[in-house]
C-alpha cells in the first residue's frame, strides 16, 4: 500500500500564488506516477497535472499550462504543484493519486486539499 499525504491549500485572490505537496510514503519503489486531480462542486473530476517517476517527464492540462509547474521534491518520493496566476476558475478540491509501476490506474489516493480563489 502507498500512503499520499497532501498540505498547501488554502484560500487566496485572483493573481496569487499557492504550493501544493504530496509526500508517499509505504511501499514507494512501486509507484509509476504521481498526478494532481482537482474537483470543482457540480463538475466531474479532471487531471491537472502528472509527473512520470521514472523519466521525470511531466503532463499538464491546458488550462493550467504556463501557470502550474510540477517538480519533484529531490531525496523524497514526494512532488509539488506551484500554482501562479490563480484564477477563480481553479477553485475546487484537489487530490494527489499515484499509480503503480505495473498499471496506468489511480490505484492511490490522498484526502484532498481545497484550494479556493477569489476574484
Known amino acids: 500500500q502507498v500512503q499520499l499525504v497532501e498540505s498547501g491549500g488554502g484560500a487566496v485572490q485572483a493573481g496569487d500564488s499557492l504550493r501544493l505537496s504530496c509526500v508517499a510514503s509505504g511501499r514507494i519503489f512501486s509507484i509509476g506516477r504521481m498526478a494532481w486531480f482537482r474537483q470543482a462542486p457540480g463538475k466531474e473530476r479532471e487531471i491537472v497535472a502528472v509527473?512520470?517517476?521514472?523519466?521525470?517527464?511531466?503532463y499538464y492540462t491546458d488550462s493550467v499550462k504556463g501557470r502550474f509547474t510540477l517538480s519533484r521534491v529531490d531525496g523524497k518520493v514526494a512532488v509539488t504543484l506551484q500554482m501562479n496566476g490563480l484564477k477563480p476558475d481553479d477553485t475546487a478540491l484537489y487530490y494527489c493519486a499515484a499509480t503503480t509501476i505495473w498499471t496506468s490506474e489511480y490505484t492511490y489516493w490522498g484526502q484532498g486539499t481545497q484550494v479556493t480563489v477569489s476574484s
Open positions: 509527473y512520470r517517476w521514472y523519466d521525470g517527464d511531466t
